[in-house]
């Protein structure tokens, strides 16, 4: 139990495109979803926080209408990725939290490369 | 401010050996949960083990087991009898209490490798 998918795994796009990236609870409702940042050979930074229906939460220094968050429903969330330029270029991992508990569950990942 | 810290960028065990990998934190919650990911080279982060704050006994996982010093602030992870697929980063979280999402914390990191 506790899977979350994450799609696509892997995107190349020019700069200045927009790009989406879904993040799916497949067998759970997700309370809370979050979104992390992941540069090599470095630990996840979180980017923002989402509960369905609501406003994501933004940690500090990260651009709201960069990176844009909808929390649709209570097994999906997207994060859009707004007029891309290389230093986006990143591996983006989604987590979802159900309402049992405190352990996040992760997707696959998701490396973004923007040329 | 609520910090995690893992000291040990790189750790090298033997195979069927135990190896731990050291976590201590810092934060004024009195209810928090810490947990241990690993990271192997694909970049999924596996969920390994938790332990609540209020926990009295410390938390085990098939070969792993959390040593958890609420005293010393530390949260170590213990693998058991290694294996070739433990070879990964692994990292140790902590999450504030449910006020605030659950949101974690995350340490740096330890890249564990395993030798045959």
């Known amino acids: 139990g506790a899977v979350v998918s994450q799609h696509p795994s892997r995107v190349i796009c020019k700069s200045g495109t927009s790009v989406k990236i879904e993040c799916r609870s497949l067998?759970?409702?997700?309370?809370?979803m979050f979104w992390y940042r992941q540069f090599p050979k470095q630990s996840l930074m979180l980017m923002a926080t989402?509960?369905?229906?609501?406003?994501?939460?933004?940690e500090q220094g990260v651009e709201k209408d960069k990176f844009l968050i909808n929390h649709a429903s209570l097994t999906l969330s997207t994060l859009t990725v707004t007029s891309a330029h290389p230093e986006d270029s990143s591996f983006y991992i989604c987590s979802a939290r159900g309402d049992w508990g405190e352990t996040q569950y992760f997707g696959p990942g998701t490396r973004l490369l923007v040329l | 401010a609520q910090k995690i810290t893992q000291t040990q960028p790189g750790m090298f065990v033997q195979e069927k050996e135990a190896v731990t990998l050291d976590c201590t934190y810092d934060t004024s919650d009195p209810s928090y949960g810490l947990f241990w990911y690993k990271q192997p080279s694909s970049g999924e982060m596996i969920f390994l083990i938790y332990q609540g704050s209020y926990d009295q006994q410390n938390a085990t996982e098939g070969r792993y087991s959390l040593n958890f010093q609420k005293a010393r602030k530390s949260a170590n992870l213990v693998i058991s009898a290694s294996q070739l697929g433990d070879s990964a980063m692994y990292f140790c979280a902590m999450s504030r209490s449910r006020y605030n999402f659950n949101k974690f914390y995350f340490g740096s990191g330890t890249k564990l490798n395993v030798k045959p």
């Open positions: 067998d759970f409702q997700a309370t809370t």
């Open positions: 989402s509960n369905e229906g609501s406003k994501a939460t933004y």
